[in-house]
């Protein structure tokens, strides 16, 4: 038994020709947004990833001996040899004889690296089980102001307790005393750029320090500010897919 199409050779040329547009619309689409795609995501460390208390460094170095820790210990941005062991100028063990001077004793290096510890208050381990999760989708980088001592610890399975350092959850570290610059420094913003081949416009600045944030913009990245001691997983999802879809 023969079956004969009921279907006029005009509608079916109608509906290639559509189902033609259709599928050129949709390429077109799919090209437009993976041309303004976030690519990578730029990671701070204290205050972003750990907690980050001042008050607790201060109390830490005072207690080897650091006189007017209130007044020689910051935030965001470290002075005189503090400063210098996080731009790479002074290796741990000038440091650990220069910081001795100033507390009156002879140090050693598990008191120093005990005081810098000081400035950590916790980790909610879900910003890094979010951060596991983006890194299906995007490149992950840390840029990061810090030092030898902080990043023998984070480095290390005492990181976290699955035993996994903070190598695991990176692509790539970018710290401080490495490159030899501190942010908000454009130098230090400039040698992740160009060491990861990276194009500003396509990259999202995670930091909760308002001046690298600031820096970070001027070179052209995105931005996101998080407050230090926050969960800000739900609150980055929201900005990803603002960026990316509408």
């Known amino acids: ?42 990671f701070d ?35 005189g040899i503090f400063q210098d062991l996080e731009e790479g100028k002074m290796d741990t063990e000038t440091f650990r004889k220069e910081l001795g001077k ?13 005081a810098w510890m000081g400035y950590f208050n916790g980790m909610n381990e879900k910003k890094l089980d979010c951060i596991e999760e983006l890194r299906k989708d995007y490149k992950i980088f840390l840029l990061s102001n810090t030092n030898p001592y902080v990043m023998k610890w984070a480095c290390s399975p005492n990181f976290t307790s699955k035993g996994k350092s903070l190598n695991d959850y990176f692509d790539k570290l970018y710290l401080s005393y490495e490159t030899g610059y ?21 990259s999202l600045f995670i930091d909760d320090g308002a001046s690298n944030i600031a820096m970070g913009e001027r070179l052209g990245m ?6 230090n001691a926050t969960d800000w997983t739900e609150l980055l999802k929201k900005e990803l897919f603002s960026l990316n879809f509408e």
């Open 45 to 79: 460390f204290a205050g972003v990833i750990t907690d980050l208390t001042w008050e607790g460094a201060v109390e830490s170095f005072s207690r080897i001996g650091l006189k007017n820790a209130d007044k020689i210990l910051d935030k965001y941005h470290q002075n």
């Open 102 to 114: 100033l507390c009156n004793r002879d140090l050693t290096q598990e008191e120093i690296q005990s």
């Open 1 to 42: 038994m023969l079956f004969h199409s009921t279907t006029n050779s005009k509608d079916q040329i109608l509906t290639l020709e559509f189902v033609v547009f259709f599928k050129e619309a949709f390429q077109n689409h799919l090209t437009e947004i993976d041309r303004n795609m976030i690519k990578q995501l730029i």
């Open 182 to 202: 501190t942010k908000p420094h454009e130098g230090i913003f400039n040698y992740l750029i160009q060491d990861a081949k990276i194009k500003p416009e396509e």
């Open 222 to 227: 995105h931005t996101f500010h998080p407050q």
